[in-house]
């Protein structure tokens, strides 16, 4: 079963931050948080992950809280390109696995 | 766009026949993990091969069995085929080393009728 829970839909206006919440709240030490997002009718597209400490990348900014029990995916300015289902993951160093949830059904309007 | 190729796209089939996917992986990369995804689920953990060995399975019956090639390309076999298979199989690729991100191909749309 999935480790984390997320919002099953959100809406995002074009060219505004989109903030996708993350609950985790049994996550280990060892565990890394990932965000992979799937595009209608194409595999899991990674985006970034993280253990503690916020990261950022070229596609989005990973905020973890300080007790590592819930993260926040942050697109800073969705395109209607960013509509898609967004999965946050936990998994172990050297996991042989990711276990997604349902994910979060992230709609860009115009 | 990864570098890992699926084949074929699309593939139609009929209960109790088998079926075979195939999958190259990224270059670079020595292990594939299979996921299976249902309609309106996320993607669920089949197994995983590195270096043409068996590294991890799911919750999933021995009629779901795959294998590795010396140029890590890989096949997922399923044998008597049934309704609920129908799905996305998705092939991922990555390194040993931990914590690096998998790569997803297109996957293959099996329908079983």
């Known amino acids: 079963d999935a480790k984390t829970t997320q919002p099953p839909s959100m809406d995002c206006a074009e060219g505004r931050a989109a903030n996708l919440p993350c609950n985790h709240s049994?996550?280990?030490?060892?565990?890394?948080v990932y965000w992979y997002r799937q595009i209608h009718s194409q595999g899991p597209q990674y985006i970034i992950h993280?253990?503690?400490n916020n990261e950022t990348n070229e596609m989005a900014s990973l905020i973890i809280t300080e007790d590592r029990k819930s993260s926040t995916l942050i697109l800073p300015h969705a395109t209607l390109r960013d509509t898609a289902v967004y999965y946050c993951?936990?998994?172990?160093?050297?996991?042989?696995?990711?276990?997604f949830g349902a994910g979060t059904i992230l709609r860009v309007k115009s | 766009e990864t570098g890992v190729t699926q084949s074929p796209t699309h593939l139609i089939k009929t209960r109790g026949q088998q079926v075979t996917l195939r999958c190259s992986s990224q270059?670079?990369?020595?292990?594939v993990s299979w996921y299976q995804q249902a309609l309106g689920q996320g993607p669920q953990f089949i197994f995983q091969?590195?270096?043409?060995?068996?590294?991890g399975r799911g919750n999933f019956p021995p009629r779901f069995s795959g294998l590795q090639f010396p140029n890590y390309s890989s096949e997922l076999n399923v044998n008597a085929l049934e309704l609920d298979d129908s799905a996305l199989y998705l092939c991922?690729?990555?390194?040993?080393?931990?914590?690096?991100?998998?790569?997803f191909g297109q996957g293959t749309r099996l329908t079983v009728v």
């Open positions: 991922a690729s990555s390194t040993e080393t931990g914590n690096t991100e998998a790569f």
């Open positions: 049994t996550i280990s030490g060892n565990e890394y």
């Open positions: 993280g253990l503690k």
């Open positions: 993951i936990v998994r172990v160093l050297y996991g042989n696995k990711l276990v």
């Open positions: 270059s670079g990369h020595n292990t």
């Open positions: 091969y590195y270096r043409e060995e068996e590294n």
